[in-house]
C-alpha cells in the first residue's frame, strides 16, 4: 500500500496559514487596501498548501524533485475532456439562470432586441479569452482547495464527506468580504449568506468531483475561471436590474437550483459502481 504524502499536522499548517493570512489581507482590502490585494488573496490557499507540503516533506525527511513537488500540489496533465467538462459545466449552470431571468425581464437584458449573430460577434470572444485572464487568479485557490486540502480530507475520510467540507469551507472562507466588503453587492446580507453559501457548496462538489476523476487540478482551475469570468465579466455586466442577484449570479435562486442539479447528477455518475464483467 501506497503510504500516504499526508499528515495531520500538515494539513493543520495549510489551514492556520489561510486562515490567519486571509484574514489579514481581507481586512486591509474591506479598509480600502490597494486593489492588488485581491490577487494575492486568491493566491493564499496556494501559497499555504506549498508551505505545507514543504513542512510535510521536511518532517518525513524526504527527499524530492521539482516535479514531484509540483505534482503533490495536484498539478498533472489530465486528458482534455475534463478541461472541457470543466469550462462547459458553469456556462450551463449560469447561462441557463440568467435566459429564464432575460425572459422574466427582456428590458434588463442589454441586447433585447438584438440579433443573435451580434450578440454571439460581441460576447462570444470575452467568454473565451477571459477564460484565460482569469486562470492566474483561479490557479491561486484551485491549487490550495482541489489541490491539497481535498486530496488531503480524502486521506482520513470518504469521498462525499470530503467533497461537503472542503466546499463548506471554500464558501466561509469568502464569507469576510462578503459581509464588511462589496462583493456580491446588490443583495441583503442577511440574504446573500445563505444564498452564496447554498450556491458555492455545489459548485464545490462538482469542482472536487472533476478533481477526483481526472487526478489533476487544471480541470477544477478551469472551472473556477470560467465560472468567474463569465459571471463577472460578460453575463452580469449585460444584466441590470436591482432584484437580479435574488434571481442569477452567485446568490440567485435560479442559480442555487441548476448547480445543485449538475452536482447531483455528476456525483452519482462519478461515483457509480464499476464493473468488468462481459455480457
Not at 486593489?35 to 493564499?44: F, T
Not at 484565460?132 to 475520510?157: D, V, Y
Request: aromatic fraction near 14%; proline fraction near 5%.
Amino acid at each position: 500500500m501506497k503510504e500516504n504524502q499526508y499528515t495531520k499536522n500538515g494539513m493543520i499548517v495549510f489551514l492556520i496559514i489561510v486562515i490567519i493570512a486571509s484574514a489579514i489581507v481581507e481586512g486591509w482590502s474591506i479598509k480600502g487596501g490597494p486593489i492588488w490585494l485581491n490577487l494575492l488573496l486568491m493566491w493564499i490557499p496556494a501559497l499555504s498548501a506549498m508551505t505545507a507540503n514543504i513542512i510535510i516533506i521536511k518532517n518525513k525527511n524526504e527527499k524530492i524533485g521539482v516535479k514531484e513537488f509540483v505534482n503533490r500540489l495536484g498539478i498533472r496533465g489530465c486528458k482534455i475532456y475534463y478541461i472541457a467538462l470543466g469550462v462547459l459545466i458553469p456556462l450551463i449552470y449560469l447561462l441557463i439562470p440568467y435566459i429564464i431571468y432575460w425572459r422574466i425581464f427582456p428590458n434588463r437584458f442589454a441586447y433585447n432586441g438584438v440579433a443573435l449573430p451580434i450578440v454571439l460577434k460581441d460576447v462570444l470572444p470575452l467568454l473565451i479569452l477571459g477564460i484565460f485572464f482569469n486562470l492566474i487568479t483561479a490557479i491561486g485557490e484551485e491549487i490550495g482547495w482541489r489541490g491539497f486540502l481535498f486530496p488531503a480530507l480524502l486521506s482520513e475520510m470518504n469521498l462525499k464527506r470530503t467533497l461537503l467540507i472542503t466546499s463548506l469551507f471554500w464558501a466561509c472562507w469568502h464569507l469576510p468580504i462578503l459581509i464588511f466588503g462589496d462583493y456580491m453587492s446588490g443583495a441583503p446580507v442577511w440574504y446573500k449568506i445563505p444564498a452564496f453559501i447554498l450556491c458555492v457548496i455545489p459548485i464545490g462538489i462538482i469542482a472536487g468531483l472533476v478533481t477526483y476523476q481526472s487526478k489533476s487540478v487544471w480541470p477544477a482551475t478551469f472551472l473556477h475561471a470560467a465560472h468567474n469570468n463569465f459571471d463577472q465579466a460578460v453575463f452580469g455586466v449585460i444584466t441590470g436590474g436591482d432584484k437580479k442577484m435574488f434571481y442569477v449570479s452567485e446568490t440567485g435562486f435560479l442559480t442555487i437550483i441548476c448547480a445543485w442539479i449538475i452536482a447531483a447528477v455528476l456525483l452519482k455518475l462519478f461515483t457509480m459502481p464499476q464493473t468488468n464483467e462481459k455480457k
